[in-house]
């Protein structure tokens, strides 16, 4: 999938090497660590810092879509940073293509079995197990909420309570955080709408809105986190959500920096 994506904010395939037993996939490095480090540093970002990183993987990401790609897994582990600060969407491991009509696997209660991290996973895609591209808008904007807030909006202690609250819209409104412009708060709550209809049709239409939610002057990259402890980390392996089953017992909590 990622040699047939062609953005400057996706991860490049450089080579892929198979000597017959193994194949490794050679990526390009991006040293700047991770938008989940930097998250666990600063703790939130501001709105113009946000949209610098969030536009720009938003793009990424309709790009992916006009190849009928979708990625599954939108989290801050998954945002990587070059040297200079720009951001990088990792991690292909669980996407989809996006075939009209495909069913995913059975679930419990008609429900199915979708891979992806516990918090970030859209429900609708769960109740359906067809992936379409507003599953990934609604990743992005819990995502965006993350950023803004410090915390992901949807909370619990375990996959089955993160997503029955998802399920409900349970989580404290953005717009009743000063700090984030109306525009911006409103265009995530839009994101993070149990009703896909109410979500952007497009993660192209979410970049351009994100860029007019904000003071054009305030857009400018957060830079990268001061410390990043050794490689690059891409999260764990995507957790298993079996509708609103128990999370995936080897599943760490790598992608939920601040308070949930």
């Known amino acids: 999938i990622l040699a047939d994506l062609d953005h400057p ?4 395939v450089v080579d892929v090497l198979d000597d017959g037993d193994e194949v490794a996939i050679v990526m ?3 040293r700047g660590g991770s938008l989940y480090d930097l998250l666990a540093e600063r ?3 501001a709105p113009g810092p946000t949209v610098a ?5 938003a793009e990424a990401l309709g790009s992916a879509h006009r190849r009928g790609v979708l990625h599954g897994d ?10 200079d600060g720009e951001p990088l969407l990792g991690d292909f491991g669980v ?5 009209p009509g495909r069913a995913g696997l059975d679930g419990v209660g008609g429900l199915h079995a979708v891979e992806g991290t516990t918090g970030y996973v859209d429900p609708e895609l769960v109740a359906t197990g067809r992936p379409e591209p507003r599953n990934d808008v609604y990743g992005l904007s819990v995502v965006a909420y993350q950023c803004l807030t410090g915390r992901l909006p949807h909370a619990g202690e375990t996959a089955r309570e993160v ?8 989580h404290p409104p953005l717009l009743d955080d000063p700090s984030v412009p109306p525009a911006l708060a409103r265009l995530v709550e839009a994101g993070l709408a149990r009703d896909p209809s109410v979500r952007p049709p497009t ?3 979410v970049a351009r809105a994100l860029r007019a939610s904000v003071d054009p002057a305030s857009i400018v990259l957060p830079g990268v986190a001061t410390q990043s402890a050794g490689p690059v980390s891409q999260g764990t392996a995507s957790d298993l959500v079996a509708g609103i089953l128990a999370p995936d017992p080897h599943a760490r909590p790598e992608a939920d920096p601040g308070p949930e």
């Not at 904010?9 to 490049?12: A, E, N, P």
């Not at 996407?95 to 075939?99: E, K, S, V, Y």
């Open 9 to 12: 904010h996706i991860v490049r």
């Open 74 to 83: 939108v989290k801050p582990a998954n945002i990587l940073f070059t040297t």
């Open 203 to 205: 993660a192209d239409d």
């Open 95 to 99: 996407a989809q293509h996006l075939t």
């Open 28 to 30: 390009s490095l991006a």
């Open 53 to 57: 990183v969030l536009a720009r993987i």
């Open 163 to 170: 997503l029955t609250a998802a399920e409900a819209g349970d």
């Open 43 to 45: 703790g939130r970002l």
